[in-house]
């Protein structure tokens, strides 16, 4: 191996969807730049907060495609497996209610049905309408023999965005002089508790041309190139201790969490430790070590904030807590709350971990 050193590095690898079994992201959401911050000795921030899009399409032949909440808005409506609408005994808004509570609403319904899935209506709002005004999903959904005009659409929540991640200042720096991070892997503080949804943008443009800028002025000097040498071992079942782990995530530490959940999945995250303490050559290998990293995290977050509030419930403790205004921040020693004021600004003394 060669490591190649410069005199600033950028993390802009995105977010970790892929530790949930189901999820709108992309296969490469796996956490990368979030567990290689950490391991740099990087502080994270606000890692219990991951939000769930509520309808994503649920079909064994389909990935989760996103059903945009713009159909609802529309006038679709939400039904359960027993073509019920429920929503109306959540929330005042009904399906217009915001993402969190229309997720733990799905899981409840599906819950009391035995079901997979709920169903998302349309074809009240007639064939050409739905049509036109949404031809991207129709096509989409024809592709798997759903039509959306004229057939009820099987849907089911799915991680979808993280809020939490590298802690950044106002000009991506993170907490180790001379590491940047932009976009969905960092945690800028824009989002708080929930997303919504146009602020990914201005996460990923505004502050990925603020890193950018200001990882031009580092006055680091880079060591050069340098052989590197170490020993790699090997996983077995990679596939089969991945899985295991979304699956794992998704049941215990997903939409709805308590403590009893939190500490089976802490459990056995545990017991894949190893994993993260060794050296690996493959992408798999590697991705699977920094997936169970930031999955730990994430579990020690949720179980550390006593408290509901945004993405992050807790059945056993459904009032926001005492630490609702502030932020958390875990690092390789411990995770703490930080007392409620603006985004800390980190000067050019920040020094390396």
Request: hydrophobic content about 40%.
């Amino acid at each position: 191996m060669v490591a190649l050193f410069a005199r600033a590095t950028i993390l802009a690898t995105g977010g970790a969807g892929q530790l949930y079994l189901r999820t709108t992201n992309p296969m490469v959401t796996t956490g990368d730049g979030m567990a290689i911050a950490f391991r740099a000795g990087a502080e994270l921030e606000d890692m219990e907060f991951v939000q769930f899009h509520p309808t994503s399409l649920y079909s064994p032949a389909a990935p989760p495609f996103l059903l945009s909440e713009s159909m609802r808005g529309e006038g679709a409506v939400l039904l359960n497996t027993n073509k019920k609408r429920f929503m109306d005994g959540y929330h005042p808004m009904a399906a217009l209610a915001p993402r969190d509570i229309v997720s733990r609403a799905i899981i409840s319904e599906m819950v009391k049905t035995g079901s997979s899935h709920v169903y998302l209506g349309l074809r009240h709002m007639g064939k050409e309408f739905v049509k036109k005004r949404f031809p991207r999903i129709y096509a989409t959904c024809l592709q798997y023999d759903i039509d959306i005009s004229d057939d009820l659409i099987p849907v089911s929540p799915a991680a979808h965005y993280m809020m939490g991640g590298v802690a950044t200042n106002l000009n991506g720096e993170t907490t180790i002089k001379g590491l940047y991070a932009a976009g969905e892997v960092a945690c800028t503080g824009v989002h708080g508790a929930n997303r919504l949804a146009s602020n990914s943008l201005l996460e990923g443009l505004v502050f990925g041309a603020r890193a950018g800028s200001h990882a031009l002025k580092t006055t680091i000097n880079p060591n050069g190139v340098m052989k590197y040498n170490s020993e790699t071992s090997t996983i077995k079942d990679t596939e089969e201790i991945r899985r295991t782990m979304r699956k794992l995530m998704w049941e215990r530490a997903g939409i709805i969490r308590c403590a009893e959940s939190l500490g089976k999945a802490k459990e056995k995250l545990i017991s894949w430790k190893k994993i993260t303490e060794e050296n690996y050559f493959t992408r798999n290998e590697l991705e699977l070590k920094n997936m169970i990293t930031v999955a730990s995290i994430i579990v020690e977050a949720a179980l550390a904030r006593k408290g509901s509030i945004g993405a992050h419930y807790r059945s056993d403790f459904k009032e926001r807590g005492r630490e609702w205004q502030q932020h958390s921040r875990y690092n390789k020693n411990k995770l703490s709350f930080l007392p409620e004021n603006p985004k800390p600004v980190y000067s050019n003394e920040c020094q390396s971990a």
